[in-house]
């Protein structure tokens, strides 16, 4: 079991490290003006950081999405955190990684889904579409509650989640319902 939800760590970790290249345009990089962080705060970027600073915070923010499971893995830096928690040996799984990030167009979404054999499936709600955001299922055959995941995404940030079931091939990686995935982000945003 611990090797199973390991590698649900390391593909959590794997998504951090591609979504850090992709990061906003109005994160800092060490050799930009200090000054230049007025500007940001006038276009108003959504960036989490650093008020986002442990899993504890996303875990009382969304205790839905994580009942009944421990915090079992957790990883934090000036760009993202990731988070995983687990049920008892052979119980579920979910994982959640915040990141700063652009907002890939549909047409980005559907390349990058092709390279990973994936669907991307655009989907929103009012409140989500007032931010600017959208979310995006990268699932296999486009529908909700299948293999996969979700992302929503808001200028300048994603908020990626994964649900996890053990079954007869290991732990199984699946999107939440759409519903439930623009409320756990939208949770988490607020923090």
């Known amino acids: 079991m611990k090797g199973r939800r390991s590698e649900i760590l ?4 794997l998504s951090l490290a591609l979504l850090s290249g992709c990061s906003a345009i109005g ?7 200090p000054a230049d962080d007025a500007v940001d705060d006038q276009v108003g970027a959504t960036v989490p950081f650093p008020r986002v600073t442990s899993c504890d915070e996303v875990t009382a923010a969304i205790p839905a999405f994580a009942v009944d ?6 990883a934090v830096d000036d760009s993202g955190i990731m988070c995983l ?3 008892p040996e052979g119980g579920p799984s979910a994982s959640i990684l915040v990141a700063q990030n652009t907002m890939p167009t549909e047409e980005e979404s559907a390349a990058a889904a092709k390279m990973i054999n994936l669907e991307s499936t655009y989907f929103t709600n009012p409140q989500l579409s007032a931010l600017g955001g959208v979310a995006t299922r990268w699932t296999a055959d486009g529908s909700p509650d ?3 995941y979700t992302t929503v995404y808001v200028p300048g940030v994603s ?18 319902d759409d519903t439930e995935a623009i409320d756990v982000a939208l949770a988490i945003l607020k923090l």
């Open 146 to 148: 299948t293999v996969g």
């Open 27 to 33: 994160a800092q990089t060490p050799e930009e003006d």
């Open 69 to 74: 499971m421990d915090l079992v893995g957790e």
């Open 159 to 176: 908020v990626e989640m994964h649900r996890g079931e053990d079954g007869p091939d290991g732990d199984t990686s699946y999107a939440p």
């Open 85 to 87: 928690w687990a049920a």
């Open 10 to 13: 390391i593909a959590s970790l």
